[in-house]
């Protein structure tokens, strides 16, 4: 039927006027819920992103839960009162009284959840533990739903002269047209000008000015609550960019300047001085906050809450004992996704323990230049994190290697061996160990000359043994440590070794997992927490566990370890940008103060003391693992499968939310004093390495200035 004109000419203007006023609707619906101004976005205004976090009141049952969970979880965490007030070197840097200030926000009231979220980060984050404060990301996960970028990371190079200055990455416009090529002419338009539509010509600017003051103010004021590493020079580098060896490839790290976990900046104003330029120019440039790889899409802010806030299969303990548990080897697990390595099946991780570092944002993907990507020959052995080099020197062997950590325990010691073995037989007499991003511990292989490097993110304790058969490598290679004693702790254990809930050894407490002093394994019933070591630590009352030695041997190993060392001990050169945590550390102080490897940090200021590595810790483990200890399980409904303690008041409750607690569960002691934790004594590096223009994030170019200024 053909309507007649008028007719159709209303039904039009109805038609008009239904999509207006549905369109006003949904404008309405978003004015009033500034998430669903978000949802379906991959890049926003961090105005608009902070809009939808500070619209979520504080819910006080969540608050309480939060602070329950630490409190109690806290018990098993083992330098809460070293924190409290820090020994010497580094009493000015870790002075933290987190029970006190946990008590203080219970107690205060926020405007919003989101800044609750950053009291509780921030008050963490004073802990500058990586293992434990960085990663409690209870209350809101924000840190893995959007990322803040900024086109312009930032590096310290130092001058002809000795003279050291703040630029913008040569690499920056690479680096950010190749992973942000949909916002770079958001940012190109933002410069003023004749500068506008030239982006490119900022790389390698010097940077005179940040916001108004010297650089070192924003650099030392982002050191204040960056968290996870003792040293101060190791949290100021960690303003820098740098780069990373993963898996897939080598990685480029923004730096905390250019790459935000919260919505904590909209712009910047630099004041710089472009190159082959003499006059300075300002500029003003928007970050942009992209949506996370892991955020589960969200149209306002219930679906926001329900999809990403609360707990999910992970979050709290499971049945271990239950290999169809769906988050047994779940890549989504919560931790997983905050550790600064590769994913290790969670029954392997059981089996083989780790120590690694977690931090605030998931791990670079960002791909580093290939203008600066390692073009010589990848030897036999390379595989995953690992790779090897031989520098064209024809002496120098190189090992690059981004974590302890992958994927099969036997597969990555026979690379690790094979690639050594293949360096040696093509004439390497030193070797480099760039630890990229490293964090892992010494222990099983008898080979030597070790470079480490930048940012490592840890993995298997039982993974290194470099120097061969001698007293500092037999029985152990690593360090002996300690754990906390506490009532639950003990009451854990007890039931354990008076019960037979565990034979299979699966649970972290049972007595057949660890050994003591002697290397030797405790039997079968052993209450390896009885008696408890009582000490005394700032004032505080703490006790911990009889000393322990090492694991590894009953671990198993693919293949028996060269009867020598491959490479002499004092041609190693230990290398990172400190950033070097949990087992890289175990490594690094090892085969420094054991072995007498020398150790450098590239690019650090030259004014302030360069550690080599920080965090030392002597274990991991978190939250769900412990909580697993106590929780009831079943077997076809009747046989429980665990200590049954939940109901224990000693015990933390579920985490109602979507949230990781990290926790360094074993302490190790040191070498030059192996009374007290090594985590509180110094590591100074032997050389603070400059970096320059045509060195900086350049893997082989760093490597072959370390030789010149160390194995020359």
């Not at 190749?178 to 002419?185: G, M, R, T, V, Y």
Request: charged residues 15%.
């Amino acid at each position: 039927m053909v309507l007649p004109p008028n007719v159709r000419a209303f039904l039009h203007f109805a038609s008009l006027v239904a999509v207006a006023a549905a369109a006003s609707i949904t404008a309405l619906e978003r004015a009033v819920d500034p998430c669903a101004a978000i949802s379906g976005q991959k890049w926003v205004a961090p105005s608009a992103l902070r809009a939808c976090f500070t619209s979520v009141k504080v819910d006080p049952t969540i608050k309480e839960n939060i602070i329950e969970v630490i409190n109690k979880t806290l018990a098993f965490h083992t330098s809460v009162n070293y924190e409290f007030k820090a020994p010497e070197p580094f009493t000015a840097d870790v002075h933290e009284d987190l029970l006190g200030d946990l008590d203080r926000i219970s107690k205060q009231s926020y405007p919003s959840d989101y800044d609750l979220h950053i009291d509780f980060s921030r008050t963490l984050k004073r802990l500058d533990d990586v293992t434990v404060g960085s990663l409690l990301k209870p209350s809101l996960p924000r840190k893995a739903l959007f990322l803040n970028f900024l086109p312009v990371p930032l590096v310290l190079l130092t001058e002809t002269n000795g003279a050291q200055n703040v630029h913008i990455a040569p690499e920056a416009f690479q680096v950010a047209s190749a992973e942000f090529p949909d916002q770079i002419s958001v940012w190109q338009n933002a410069l003023p000008g004749a500068l506008k539509g030239q982006l490119a010509s900022l790389s390698g600017a010097k940077v005179l000015q940040i916001n108004g003051q010297d650089p070192f103010v924003a650099v030392n004021a982002n050191a204040q609550i960056a968290g996870s590493f003792q040293a101060l020079g190791t949290r100021q580098n960690g303003f820098f960019a740098s780069y990373n060896r993963v898996a897939t490839g080598w990685s480029y790290i923004m730096g905390n300047f250019a790459q935000q976990s919260l919505p904590l900046s909209d712009t910047v104003i630099l004041t710089i001085v472009r190159v082959n330029h003499t006059l300075p120019e300002i500029v003003v440039l928007p970050y942009r906050a992209r949506i996370g790889a892991a955020t589960v899409p969200f149209t306002d802010t219930a679906s926001w809450r329900a999809n990403n806030c609360v707990a999910i299969d992970g979050t709290n303990g499971e049945d271990i004992f239950d290999t169809s548990s769906p988050s047994a080897n779940s890549p989504n697990l919560p931790l997983v996704k905050f550790k600064q390595q590769p994913d290790i099946p969670v029954a392997m991780e059981r089996k083989h323990p780790v120590n690694v570092m977690m931090d605030t944002s998931p791990p670079s993907d960002i791909v580093l230049p290939p203008t600066l990507t390692p073009a010589l020959p990848i030897l036999s052995g390379s595989q995953n994190v690992t790779q090897f080099f031989m520098l064209k020197d024809g002496k120098t062997g190189v090992m690059a290697l981004g974590s302890f950590s992958d994927t099969n325990f036997n597969n990555f010691l026979l690379g690790m061996l094979s690639g050594l073995q293949a360096l040696k037989s093509q004439g390497a007499t030193q070797l480099i160990v760039d630890v990229v991003r490293f964090s892992s511990k010494v222990d099983h292989f008898h080979t030597l000359t070790s470079f480490f490097k930048t940012n490592n993110g840890g993995g298997f304790i039982c993974a290194a043994h470099i120097v061969g058969p001698k007293s500092t490598t037999v029985p152990q290679a690593g360090l002996d440590t300690k754990a906390r004693d506490g009532p639950l702790a003990m009451l854990i254990t007890t039931k354990i070794v008076t019960s037979n809930i565990d034979p299979d050894g699966e649970l972290l407490y049972n007595p057949v997992n660890w050994a003591n002093a002697s290397d030797v394994f405790f039997a079968p019933g052993t209450n390896w927490l009885q008696p408890p070591v009582d000490l005394t630590i700032n004032g505080r009352a703490d006790a911990f566990s009889q000393r322990l030695g090492e694991e590894c041997a009953a671990s198993g190993f693919p293949t028996t370890p060269p009867a020598t060392a491959l490479f002499d001990p004092k041609k190693v050169v230990v290398v990172s940008n400190g950033r070097c945590a949990s087992s890289c550390s175990l490594f690094s102080v090892t085969m420094s103060k054991e072995e007498g490897a020398q150790t450098v940090v590239v690019g650090g200021k030259v004014d302030v003391q360069q550690q080599y590595c920080g965090t030392v810790g002597g274990q991991s483990t978190d939250f769900s693992t412990i909580d697993t200890e106590v929780k009831d399980f079943e077997l076809n409904h009747c046989a429980v499968k665990s200590t049954g303690l939940k109901n224990n008041t000693l015990a933390p409750p579920d985490l109602l939310v979507n949230g990781v607690q990290g926790i360094t569960w074993r302490l190790a002691f040191g070498v030059v004093d192996p009374t007290q934790p090594e985590e509180w004594q110094i590591r100074p590096a032997t050389l603070n390495l400059p970096i320059t223009a045509a060195t900086v994030n350049n893997p082989v170019a760093i490597w072959e200035s370390v030789v010149q200024k160390l194995l020359n």
